[in-house]
Structure formats: structure tokens, C-alpha cells
Nanobody, 116 residues
Framework: QVQLVESGGGLVQVGGSLRLSCAASGIISSINTMGWYRQAPGKQRDLVASITNGGSTKYADSVKGRFTISRDNAKNAVYLQMNSLKPEDTAIYYC??????????WGKGTLVTVSS
């Protein structure tokens, strides 16, 4: 089983930056995708960005040019650098790990609040 622990959330003003981190532990296959999802109150959980073990990335249109996802395979960690934050970025951000065999795990989430 994979355990995911997120960190780095908090309160930031409009236009500010935050860096989220997610560390994975447990039984981890080398072929996997790690990603960040977010869920605002009353809304569904949506993909923000994801990255494969080979470095291929995917971003939601709403964060392109502002957010950057990266990973350290040696540390089994994924990061999300968030710049130019907007109030609509306010949400709980969840880390997700998945592999091609249908296995996936979620972290408990970290709250990001962007104040205007």
C-alpha cells in the first residue's frame, strides 16, 4: 500500500506563491503517475497537474503558465509550484499516485487559501 503525505499549503495573498510537496512511501512500482487534484467547497475534485515517472506532464487549462509540477523519483516525491495565485485557486489540494494496473491512492489533502 502507498501512503502519501502532502505539505506546503497555507494562506497566501492574491498574486503570491506556494509550493506543495507530496512524499510517497510503501509498496511503489517504478512505473507510475503522480498528480495534484483540488476540490473547492461544493465542487468536484479536478485534476490540476500530473507527471509520469518519465517526466511527461499534464495541466488543467486554468493553471497553465502559473503552476509547475515536478518530481524526484529517487525520493518518491512530487511538487507543485504555484505562482500568481488567484482566489479561485482556493481549495483542498490532494496528491494522487497511480500505476498502469489500476491501483491508485490519495493523500489526505492540504488546504490552500488565496485571499483578496
Amino acid at each position: 500500500q502507498v501512503q502519501l503525505v502532502e505539505s506546503g499549503g497555507g494562506l497566501v495573498q492574491v498574486g503570491g506563491s506556494l509550493r506543495l510537496s507530496c512524499a510517497a512511501s510503501g509498496i511503489i512500482s517504478s512505473i507510475n503517475t503522480m498528480g495534484w487534484y483540488r476540490q473547492a467547497p461544493g465542487k468536484q475534485r479536478d485534476l490540476v497537474a500530473s507527471i509520469t515517472n518519465g517526466g511527461s506532464t499534464k495541466y488543467a487549462d486554468s493553471v497553465k503558465g502559473r503552476f509547475t509540477i515536478s518530481r524526484d523519483n529517487a525520493k518518491n516525491a512530487v511538487y507543485l509550484q504555484m505562482n500568481s495565485l488567484k482566489p479561485e485557486d482556493t481549495a483542498i489540494y490532494y496528491c494522487r499516485w497511480s500505476n498502469p494496473y489500476g491501483m491508485y491512492y490519495w493523500g489526505k489533502g492540504t488546504l490552500v487559501t488565496v485571499s483578496s
